[in-house]
């Protein structure tokens, strides 16, 4: 069974500084990679997903993401924060063979951009 | 991509009882899943909901405790009964982007927060 790691729970950070949240996923088989993000007392949106094809991919609110099959890892980035980037950060996965469209998620990684 | 509207936004119950959460969608779908995700934590599968089918339940979930009706393409319920504190969690549905791989990436509604006292 699919199973994602998110290695850090939290990351503080200072407004327009670069950060990183990293993601490692448990299959090396075909996948599809998803990064979601929760606002405080909010439903889940999608930032951005990998399918196919170019392995950079970009998002909304300028967060993109990096496919590494070599490393089972997709790491989520964004080159300058600001305090609205606030929020919990989930990276999920799908198995596009296994006839389900369901979706298995990290733990999740809380996001602080402070002034 | 679908727009779903999740309703009760949230609410208080009291142990014993039961709640029916509502999930409609604008367009049609074929599968939507429930989701639970308990206080602090992640969230979980709870089951997948097709229509004309019976609901596929994950591990640790079961029929009797969170039924699911799925009547059509656009409309699903998931009831949690005879409720405990435990049961305190935010419950989301979401639905698939179907079959054509440019789809492929879920919507979720804005979830239901359920305190059981």
């Known amino acids: 069974a699919q199973s994602v790691t998110q290695l850090d729970s939290q990351v503080p950070v200072f407004e327009e500084a670069p950060v990183e949240l990293r993601c490692n996923y448990s299959?090396?088989?075909?996948?599809?990679l998803f990064w979601y993000v929760q606002y405080p007392n909010q439903g889940l949106q999608l930032l951005l997903k990998y399918l196919s094809g170019s392995t950079l991919v970009k998002g909304i609110n300028g967060f993109e993401a990096e496919f590494n099959k070599s490393q089972t890892s997709f790491h989520l980035r964004k080159p300058s924060v600001h305090i609205s980037d606030t929020a919990e950060y989930f990276c999920a996965v799908s198995d596009p063979q296994g006839g389900s469209e369901k979706l298995v998620f990290g733990k999740g990684t809380k996001l602080t951009v402070n002034p | 991509s679908a727009v779903i509207s999740q309703k009760p936004s949230r609410d208080i119950c009291q142990r014993g009882t039961s709640l029916t959460i509502q999930c409609q969608v604008d367009s049609q779908v074929t599968m939507m899943f429930w989701y639970r995700q308990q206080p602090g934590q992640s969230l979980t599968l709870i089951a997948t909901?097709?229509?004309?089918?019976?609901?596929?339940?994950e591990s640790g979930f079961v029929i009797d405790k969170f039924p699911i009706s799925r009547p059509n393409l656009t409309f699903s319920t998931l009831t949690v009964s005879n409720m405990s504190p435990e049961d305190s969690s935010i419950y989301l549905c979401?639905?698939?982007?179907?079959?054509?791989?440019?789809?492929?990436?879920?919507?979720f509604g804005s979830g239901t927060r359920l305190t059981v006292v």
């Open positions: 909901a097709n229509q004309g089918s019976e609901a596929t339940y």
């Open positions: 299959s090396s088989v075909s996948v599809y």
């Open positions: 979401s639905v698939g982007g179907g079959s054509l791989p440019g789809n492929y990436g879920y919507t």
